[in-house]
């Protein structure tokens, strides 16, 4: 029997994967809503759980800490179920002995199959799908310049004002930003453009009316 601990904080998905799972005959499955009170279940459990699942969002550190717990203490292999990620956040969480990365567009069948592929000591690395834009990261001109205004430290409003354009473009263009970057947050964005610099490429304010 495959021991699972989920860590998922919103109660339908727990109810639903708990259920699909069960249906297995070989996983049993046990869930919490945090990292906190995963941590807690992990060194308190008599027994070792073979995976622990956890949502992961794109630059979120939150499993840092229970890798290092689960890792030093052989208390389970972590397996992150996620979006989508940048190259930079796929190498640091490999950098951090995770068992492996599942896209979450995937279908159960292949959850489950990942599972009892890192249960039986393999790794199981999904890397994001390219839709043939953008997936390598290249901004244009107009988004490099809104991110740089992002790295300044100014809101929206005062970069549709630096840029020209009305607030609903500048969320528009950091949208684009942000997936294109493999984040979903502005902390998130500072974090990894600080990491892999935007260079020297030339921008102009006037490329923002096009929106």
């Known amino acids: 029997m495959i021991r699972i601990l989920l860590i998922e904080d919103l109660a339908v998905v727990r109810d ?21 009170q995963s941590i807690q279940m992990l060194q308190s459990s008599s027994r070792r759980f073979d995976v622990v699942l956890l949502k992961q969002r794109i630059g979120d550190e939150k499993a840092d ?3 290092s717990i689960a890792n ?7 397996l992150i179920i996620t979006p989508w990620l940048s190259d930079l956040e796929h190498r640091r969480l490999v950098s951090l002995r995770v068992a492996g990365i599942f896209g979450k567009q995937r279908p159960l069948a ?38 740089e205004l992002v790295l300044e430290g100014l809101v929206n409003k ?15 263009v950091l949208r684009r930003v942000f997936q294109k970057k493999g984040v979903h947050s502005r902390g998130q964005l ?4 600080l990491e892999s610099p935007l260079g ?10 096009g929106l």
């Open 110 to 147: 292949d959850l489950i199959r990942a599972i009892r592929d890192v249960a039986a000591g393999q790794t199981w690395f999904d890397r994001p799908p390219s839709n043939g834009r953008g997936s390598n990261g290249a901004l244009t001109g107009q988004e490099r310049r809104a991110a």
């Open 190 to 193: 500072v974090r990894v453009l």
């Open 200 to 209: 020297a490429q030339p921008h102009s304010d006037g490329a923002a009316q």
């Open 158 to 172: 005062e970069i549709g004002g630096r840029m020209g354009i009305s607030e609903n473009c500048v969320k528009a």
């Open 72 to 78: 030093q203490n052989g208390l389970g292999r972590v």
């Open 65 to 67: 800490e229970l890798l």
């Open 16 to 36: 639903s994967l708990a259920l699909a799972l069960a249906m297995t005959g070989d996983m049993e499955l046990r869930c919490c809503s945090s990292v906190k």
